[in-house]
């Protein structure tokens, strides 16, 4: 029986007074979320505030972010091994946003998924089409690509450890949700190419929906066999939201 995960991922949301609202809003209603794991994917220089704040809480916390390289020359980025000392569990790995702006690779996404992983952090590894594969029919194509990536050059064993997040892009932050069928339809489908290399880390792997993900329709994505929860974008930045999609998740 997998234990659903819904994650906030603030992106690049937030000021010291409103990052302290929001965390004391979660903590103060996260005690009746009773089966689902929480967490928080906070820009990288609140991290520790995120860390001071949630200590000792039920909600755990991670980045959105890291670099594939363990330190050096490299401005700008963050290691798996920062995020580490400031406590967190969770990192987003290959957020759509990232791919489009930054130009992130599959194989690079895979490179990030590794670094994390190894460093003992749990990846959030995000994929999904765009709306113009979407109307190409090619989604499934596209999701098989950007998991075949990883297990091309990692084996199954990088995803034992980690969490998928199916993103639909043409959902993300536009307030299109895909219908819970067109989602469980995806997830069944990403459990399916897992299980072909593993029927054990298939069966435990946790599938997260993301995409405009609210407190009315969380309830019934998240009651889809292959939906295990979900990556939140805009609705976690308000507390009740967020809570209340947690509690959807049980
Ligand atoms: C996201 O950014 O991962 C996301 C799902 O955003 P939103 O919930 O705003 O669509």
């Known amino acids: 029986m997998r234990k659903p995960l ?15 609202a929001l965390i004391e809003g979660i903590k103060a209603g996260v005690g009746e979320v009773k089966n689902t794991s929480v967490a928080v994917c906070a820009p990288a220089i609140f991290i520790p505030q995120v860390q001071a704040g949630l200590q000792g809480s039920a909600v755990a916390w ?8 363990a330190s050096g020359a490299y401005t700008g980025e963050t290691a798996a091994s920062m ?14 946003e990232r791919r489009t702006y930054h130009g992130e690779t599959d194989e690079l996404v895979a490179d990030k998924l590794e670094a994390a992983r190894e460093a003992g952090l749990v990846p959030i ?3 999904g089409e765009t709306l113009d594969e979407r109307e ?9 690509r950007q998991i075949s990536a990883v297990i091309n050059k990692y084996g199954v064993a990088a995803l034992s450890d980690s969490v998928i997040a199916y993103e639909p892009v043409w959902a993300i932050g536009t307030g299109r949700t895909a219908s819970p069928e067109q ?10 190419l897992v299980a072909k290399e593993s029927i054990e880390v298939a069966g435990r792997i946790l599938i997260l929906y993301g995409g405009s993900m609210k407190p009315d329709n969380a309830a019934e994505l998240m009651a889809k066999p ?10 976690s930045l308000k507390a009740s939201d967020f809570l209340a999609i947690c509690t959807a998740g049980g």
């Open 136 to 144: 190409q029919g090619i989604t499934e194509q596209v999701v098989a």
């Open 62 to 69: 991670g980045g959105q972010d890291l670099s594939v390289h």
């Open 125 to 127: 590894f995000c994929i």
């Open 183 to 192: 989602a469980q339809e995806v997830h069944a489908f990403i459990r399916g």
């Open 226 to 235: 292959d939906i295990d929860g979900g990556l939140i974008g805009g609705a």
């Open 6 to 20: 819904v994650a906030g991922n603030w992106k690049m949301n937030g000021s010291i007074d409103s990052v302290k």
């Open 83 to 96: 995020l580490l000392d400031f406590g967190c569990k969770y990192v987003i790995v290959g957020h759509s």
